[in-house]
């Protein structure tokens, strides 16, 4: 693996002073590498792109994106581009029998989108089965203006946060799906995909650096920290913040967080650390690591610190215990944004109200799962009591567009949950009356909510503590949302006169609170079938997801524009 890897002092504005239309056109080979284990003898074949992370993307807003993936490995796969708006693009999203059939073994495709009206920092991942966990990379949107609504940094650094399997993660998945039972915890953490001790930054001093965190991990959040050193978060999910100071970062799967670091402590070596975040209560031992990742945060020229003349270790900093939700909930809830002139602003009248339950159930085998316990419940993921299932024949895309839904999807995803409950009352609700109506027995469905377009949605995602009250990183495609309001227990009335209305953070994936809830808002400005599902791959693999259908507008360029002719069929 490469060795160290300064931080870039980039000249952030100069470049781009003047106004840009390019186009940024890369080629992905999906292939086999042959990679080192993580702390053991001996290489595993993976699947990605050129090494993990892969290649970043960086464009300037209103930039052309072109991507030729050329599928060289033994896999299906899609490449997503992670809070990307897809306006009039939405065949290039990306999600594998959502907006495509996927690019088959030997087979390419051409991803062509714009960047526009987003600034700050993304990612692409695949997203087709668990590729996701080699399969990924960051995508920066720099202003086509030049200049950031913060102090300009001396420089800035990729901190893309993953998880690790010695293993084939395809092959994990599928054990895990005939056996009915999760895949194993990661084996390791990973800074920019090399593991504890390994990644290194060099600073100078008095400088300050952005920061563009990435969790790319497939089903754990993380706190971040680097000793010595504290943060002002400027934006997340690619949307500026109210400058936020903090010594701890947390930061949930698929989320991003850019955050300024000054380098002003006293030149040395400094240790960057994640730690997992386990919001699940009661909390599942034994079912993720416990281990820490670090990178070095070294000071150019800093002479050697020793320590009875030996050289002394990077300093540590203090990370939070896993289960500490107070620390998590206040960076989560300590977010607002920053309100800059011809950005969009809350829209105030709704037009369309859901109230949708998030978390775990149970549920019986399928009969396609072959090893699995047959005389005990299974963990299924829901959404209003809904488990979703891609479909398998065509993509939901190619059947609306073609106007043929049947056998494909229904229009019936529900705006509540069929009863209403305690939903956050762990005490015995699997065993209550909620039990009967709430244990989903039948297939998992494919239902998605048509939502007329340019209405105005609000959304109500509440955690239940059916099987076990968990923090779900909720990722909707093809928009930003308002986070108007979180909190903990049940969703009541009283808090709607709480929304914020000023300057609600604006995301594409909430980490809805454990045993707790949330109110998003968006315009369905966009139309295309736009999926929203956990970001924890363990859980949308067992049905955490559902699908807006954005109907057509009135204009041409408000309609669902034709696939393109090299889309891959199924
Ligand atoms: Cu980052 Cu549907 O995904």
């Given at each position: 693996m490469p060795g160290s890897w300064l931080i870039l002092v980039l000249a952030v504005s100069s470049a781009a002073a003047l106004a840009h239309a390019a186009t940024v056109e890369h080629t992905f080979n999906v292939g086999t590498l042959s990679w080192p284990r993580i702390c053991q003898p001996g290489n595993i074949s993976i699947t990605a792109v050129g090494g993990v992370p892969g290649p970043v993307i960086e464009a300037y807003e209103g930039d052309t994106v072109v991507v030729h993936v050329i599928n060289d490995s033994p896999y299906d796969v899609t490449i997503h581009w992670h809070g990307v708006f897809q306006r009039g693009t939405p065949?290039?999203?990306?999600?594998s029998m959502v907006t495509q059939c996927p690019i088959r073994p030997g087979s390419r495709y051409t991803y062509r989108f714009s960047v526009s009206g987003q600034e700050g920092s993304l990612w692409w991942h695949a997203h087709s089965s668990f590729l996701r966990a080699t399969v990924h990379g960051a995508l920066i949107i720099r202003p086509s203006a030049g200049a950031y609504p913060f102090p300009k940094p001396d420089g800035e650094a990729v901190v893309v946060l993953g998880e690790w399997w010695d293993a084939d993660i395809v092959l994990l998945e599928r054990q895990a799906f005939l056996s009915g039972t999760q895949i194993p915890s990661a084996d390791a953490y990973t800074i920019n995909g090399k593991p504890n001790q390994t990644e290194k930054f060099s600073v100078r001093g008095n400088s300050t650096y952005l920061l563009r965190i990435i969790?790319?991990?497939?089903n754990t959040a993380f706190f971040f920290k680097v000793a010595g050193h504290t943060f002002t978060v400027v934006a997340a999910d690619a949307s500026y913040t109210t400058p936020y100071e903090t010594d701890v970062i947390v930061i949930a799967p698929g989320q991003t967080v850019d955050a300024l670091m000054a380098a002003g402590a006293t030149p040395g070596c400094y240790y960057m650390e994640i730690s997992s975040y386990q919001s699940a209560m009661p909390l599942r031992l034994g079912s993720f690591n416990i281990d820490v990742a670090t990178a070095v945060v070294e000071y150019v020229g800093a002479a050697p610190t020793t320590d009875g003349g030996q050289q002394a270790a990077p300093a540590r900093p203090e990370m939070p215990k896993p289960t500490d939700t107070a620390t998590a909930n206040g960076f989560y809830t300590g977010l607002t944004a920053r309100v800059l002139p011809g950005r969009p602003t809350v829209p105030l009248a709704v037009d369309t109200r859901m109230f949708v339950t998030v978390g775990l159930g149970l549920s019986s085998c399928l009969p396609e799962q072959t090893s699995c316990n047959r005389s005990a419940p299974e963990a299924v993921a829901t959404m209003n009591n809904e488990s979703f299932a891609l479909p398998t024949t065509t993509s939901l895309l190619d059947a609306r567009y073609g106007k043929a839904p049947g056998g494909v999807y229904?229009?019936?995803?529900?705006?509540?949950?069929?009863v209403a409950f305690?939903?956050?009352?762990?005490?015995?609700l699997l065993a209550g009356g909620a039990a009967a109506a709430l244990s989903s027995t039948g297939r998992p469905t494919t239902k998605v909510r048509a939502l007329r377009y340019n209405a105005t949605v609000e959304v109500v995602l509440q955690n239940t503590a059916l099987l076990g009250r968990e923090s779900h990183p909720m990722h909707l495609h093809g928009f930003n949302f308002f986070v108007l309001a979180q909190g903990f227990g049940n969703y009541g009335?009283?808090?709607?006169?709480?929304?914020?209305?000023?300057n609600p953070q604006q995301r594409?994936?909430?980490?809805?609170p454990t045993g707790g809830w949330v109110v998003i808002r968006f315009v369905a400005d966009n139309p295309g079938m736009w999926f929203m599902h956990c970001h924890i791959d363990s859980h949308l693999s067992i049905g955490l997801a559902m699908v807006f259908a954005v109907e057509d507008g009135p204009t041409p360029d408000t309609k669902l524009p034709p696939p393109p002719p090299d889309l891959p069929r199924c």
């Open positions: 065949w290039a999203d990306g999600p969790n790319a991990a497939l229904t229009n019936d995803f529900p705006d509540r949950p069929p305690d939903y956050t009352n762990a005490t015995g009335g009283a808090a709607s006169e709480q929304l914020n209305l000023v594409n994936t909430i980490a809805v």
